[in-house]
């Protein structure tokens, strides 16, 4: 089993800042591929953002990229997501996943087997 939880979500203004923090337990993390999902409202779940665990290679949904940074610290068991010039359309529940061990970083849900509960970001214009 393991458990993930986001937590650093929240509400602001357009071009404002958030760090989403995912804290990982149950499994190694240093040898898990991770990834950042969003749900907007009335939406399917998307990927936004994902990182390898042999050589922290990462990927990123075009809309985000330049203005989203994933990154984490495997001595914390932590994932992050910097997200700096937050748009309107950035608004959504923001997830992070975990890829079954030793497996690469994918864009795609259904390839990871552990989700977090959500943290709620809304961007105002």
């Known amino acids: 089993q393991v458990q993930l939880a986001e937590s650093g979500g929240g509400s602001v203004q357009a071009g404002g800042s958030l760090r989403l923090s995912c804290a990982a337990s149950g499994r190694v993390f240093s040898e898990t591929a991770m990834g950042w999902f969003r749900q907007a409202p009335g939406e399917e779940r998307v990927f936004v953002a994902a990182i390898a665990w042999i050589n922290d290679s990462t990927y990123y949904e075009d809309s985000v990229k330049g203005r989203f940074t994933i990154s984490r610290d495997n001595a914390k068991n932590t994932l992050y997501l910097q997200m700096n010039n937050l748009k309107p359309e950035d608004t959504a529940v923001y997830f992070c996943?975990?890829?079954?061990?030793?497996?690469?970083?994918?864009?795609?849900?259904?390839?990871?087997?552990?989700w977090g509960q959500g943290t709620q970001v809304t961007v105002s214009s």
């Open positions: 996943a975990a890829r079954p061990p030793y497996t690469g970083a994918s864009i795609l849900g259904d390839n990871y087997d552990y």
